[in-house]
């Protein structure tokens, strides 16, 4: 019976987990919107070290705490195994909470000094999609780069562009200094 209860839990357990991974997931996707593609990946790679210093510390946590009753080196190796495993699937659901929740924060919570940055691009790929009009293949002057972003625009604006015009775009600044909510400036 006691056995039976603890393959509840256990069901229970990874069903939850599996729940807050993709909740995590699609909170991050939600709002990845607000933000242009290069900002996010540069905040993803810059937290992956955070990330992976939080999910070692768990292991050594749980390591030392559970040292003493490790019989062997079989269970040693199983228990290594085992937190390897356990520590993939965190690192995957925190990277995505973690990110989401620090964009989120950044976007609601009002920054002080309210500023407005101003960025321009060179259009490469313009598509409608799902009724929105999307600049999707800019040109980012700063980074050099060709970068993916998903900037809507209204129909008029993206009737009156051309590929290889140059736009500006409005951000917010958020609360981590991370710029948010683009508008397309008129020229």
Not at 56 to 81: A, P, Q, T, W, Y
Request: aromatic share 22%; glycine share 4%; hydrophobic share 45%.
């Amino acid at each position: 019976m006691k056995k039976g209860i603890e393959i509840i839990k256990a069901i229970l357990l990874m069903a939850f987990l599996v729940f807050l991974y993709y909740f995590s997931k699609e909170f991050l996707k939600s709002e990845r919107v607000y933000y242009s593609e290069i900002d996010v990946e540069n905040l993803k790679e810059n937290s992956f070290w955070f990330i992976l210093i939080l999910v070692c510390f768990i292991v050594i946590l749980r390591f030392f705490s559970n040292f003493k009753m490790l019989k062997g080196v079989d269970e040693v190796f199983g228990f290594i195994f085992n937190t390897g495993f356990v520590c993939y699937f965190l690192f995957s659901m925190f990277q995505a909470s973690i990110l989401g929740s620090y964009l989120y924060f950044n976007r609601i919570i009002e920054n002080s000094k309210n500023e407005e940055l101003f960025h321009s691009y060179r259009i490469h790929g313009m598509y409608p999609y799902d009724e929105s009009y999307k600049l999707r293949w800019l040109y980012d002057f700063e980074s050099e780069e060709i970068v993916r972003e998903d900037f809507i625009v209204n129909y008029e604006d993206y009737m009156s562009l051309n590929e290889g015009d140059s736009v500006r775009f409005k951000f917010k600044e958020g609360y981590f200094g991370i710029k948010h909510s683009p508008e397309y400036e008129r020229k």
